[in-house]
C-alpha cells in the first residue's frame, strides 16, 4: 500500500514520549492500562541492543507495531539468544492489505542484523501467522486449578481496564469454572518421603544446571527457556512489579524439582516448574497450592502435555486436581538455513516458562 513508512527503531534509544506513544496505541486499542514503566523494563533492560521494535505510520499516524523480545534459549546442546515475536497489531482499517507482512519482513532482517536466528511467540491469528512464515503448533496448555479465594480472581475480573463485554465475559467463565471444579478446593495431603525438603529459598545456579544436565541426557533434543543466571535476576529476583517465591525440592542433595511463582491478577502462576519425576512434582505443587490456596482465587501453569520431560508434571497436575483449561498456538520460523526440523516437532518444546506473566503479548 502507497504512502506507508516502515521504521525499525534502535530500541535501547526510544524516548519516552515515544514509548508513551507506542503504548498508549495498544491501551486504546485492548482497552488496557499498561504503563510506560512496563515497556521500559520489558524491551529496554533486558539484552536491549538485540531487541527489535517496528512501527508502520501512514502520513505520521501510528498504525502499526511488531516488537521482537531476546529470550535465551537452549536447544538440545547449544544456547542461543532467540526472538519471542510480541504486540503484533495493526489497525483494523488497514488489515487485510499486506502491511503487516511487510511490516515483519522489515521485523525479521533488523533479526538477521543481530544474528537472531529464531523467532517464536503464542498467538490466536494462526491464519496471518502462517503467511508470516511461520510454522504452528498446537502446544501449549493451560492448567487450571480453583483456589480457595474465589473473591480476588472475581474482583479483579470485574475492576481490570476492559470493556464491559469482556469483564462480564471473563467472571461468568470464572463462575463457570467454579463450578466445574468445586472438589478440588481442599489440598490433598502428600506424604514426604524419607531424604525429602521442601526449601524456599535462593536456588543455586549450580545445582539448577545439574539438573539441567540429567533433564539433557534424557532428552537430548529438548527446547526450553535458559535460566542463564542473567535472565533469573532479571525476571524473577529483581522483577520491578511482581514478586517471587522460589521453591525447591531436595532429595539428600540432589534438587528434584524446581518452581518460581507468583500471584499474578488474582491467580498463583507457577511461572516454571521443572521436575524429574511425578512425586517431586505432586510434593513441590501441593506445597504451593497449600502456600497460596488462601490468598488465590485460582492457579495456573502452561505445560506442554505432548513433551515427555513434562509426563511427570501433567501426572501430578491431574492428582492435585488441576484441569485442562486452553491451549494456545505456538508459532516457530527458523531464520537459519539449517534446516532444523527438530524446531517444529511439538514434542521438542518444553513451554513451561515461555509464556510469561506480566508481558504484553
Ligand atoms: C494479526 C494482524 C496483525 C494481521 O493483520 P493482516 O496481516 O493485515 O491480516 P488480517 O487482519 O487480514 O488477518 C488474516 C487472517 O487472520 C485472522 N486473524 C487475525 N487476527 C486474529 C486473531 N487474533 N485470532 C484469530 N484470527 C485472527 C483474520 O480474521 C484473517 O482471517 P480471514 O483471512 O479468514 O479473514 C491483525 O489482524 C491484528 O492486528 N489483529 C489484532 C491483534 C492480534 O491478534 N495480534 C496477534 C496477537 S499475538
Not at 8 to 15: E, G, K, R
Not at 26 to 35: C, G, M
Not at 206 to 217: N, T, V
Request: glycine share 6%.
Amino acid at each position: 500500500m502507497d504512502g506507508i513508512d516502515y521504521i525499525s527503531l534502535d530500541v535501547p534509544a526510544i524516548p519516552a514520549d515515544q514509548v508513551n506513544e507506542l503504548v498508549a496505541f495498544h491501551n486504546s486499542y485492548y482497552h488496557t492500562q499498561r504503563h510506560s514503566a512496563q515497556w521500559i523494563w520489558q524491551y529496554q533492560t533486558h539484552h536491549a541492543p538485540k531487541a527489535v521494535f517496528t512501527i508502520a505510520r501512514n502520513e505520521g499516524r501510528l498504525i502499526a507495531t511488531q516488537a521482537m523480545m531476546p529470550i535465551p534459549l537452549r536447544m538440545g546442546p547449544v544456547s542461543i539468544l532467540s526472538s519471542k515475536s510480541e504486540n503484533t497489531l495493526l489497525l483494523p482499517e488497514y488489515r487485510g492489505k499486506g502491511i503487516m507482512e511487510s511490516l515483519y519482513e522489515v521485523a525479521v532482517a533488523e533479526c538477521g542484523q543481530k544474528e537472531i536466528s529464531l523467532i517464536w511467540g503464542f498467538t490466536e491469528a494462526v491464519k496471518a501467522f502462517r503467511r508470516f512464515g511461520f510454522s504452528v503448533l498446537p502446544a501449549a496448555s493451560f492448567y487450571r486449578r480453583i483456589g480457595r479465594n474465589p473473591f480476588v480472581s472475581l474482583r479483579h475480573r470485574l475492576l481490570k481496564p476492559a470493556s464491559v463485554k469482556q469483564k462480564v465475559a471473563s467472571a461468568a467463565g470464572y463462575v463457570l469454572s467454579l463450578f466445574k471444579n468445586w472438589r478440588a478446593a481442599p489440598t490433598p495431603h502428600v506424604e514426604r518421603l524419607p531424604g525429602y525438603r521442601i526449601l524456599q529459598h535462593r536456588i543455586d545456579p549450580r545445582d539448577l544446571g545439574r539438573f539441567k544436565a540429567r533433564s539433557r541426557q534424557l532428552f537430548p533434543q529438548l527446547i526450553s527457556l535458559e535460566l542463564d543466571s542473567d535472565y533469573v535476576e532479571w525476571r524473577i529476583r529483581s522483577h520491578p512489579f511482581l514478586k517471587y517465591t522460589e521453591y525447591q525440592v531436595v532429595w539428600n542433595k540432589t534438587l528434584k524439582a524446581y518452581a518460581f511463582v507468583t500471584q499474578f491478577q488474582g491467580t498463583a502462576s507457577v511461572s516454571e516448574l521443572g521436575a524429574e519425576g511425578e512425586y517431586d512434582a505432586t510434593l513441590l505443587l501441593a506445597r504451593i497450592l497449600e502456600d497460596y490456596g488462601n490468598r488465590c482465587g485460582e492457579f495456573s501453569i502452561m505445560v506442554n502435555p505432548g513433551c515427555p520431560a513434562a509426563l511427570g508434571i501433567v501426572a501430578a497436575l491431574r492428582v492435585l486436581g488441576f484441569r485442562f483449561s486452553d491451549a494456545w498456538n505456538l508459532v516457530v520460523r527458523d531464520l537459519s538455513n539449517d534446516h532444523r526440523s527438530h524446531l517444529s516437532d511439538l514434542s521438542n518444546w518444553n513451554t513451561s516458562a515461555l509464556w510469561t506473566e506480566g508481558y504484553s503479548m
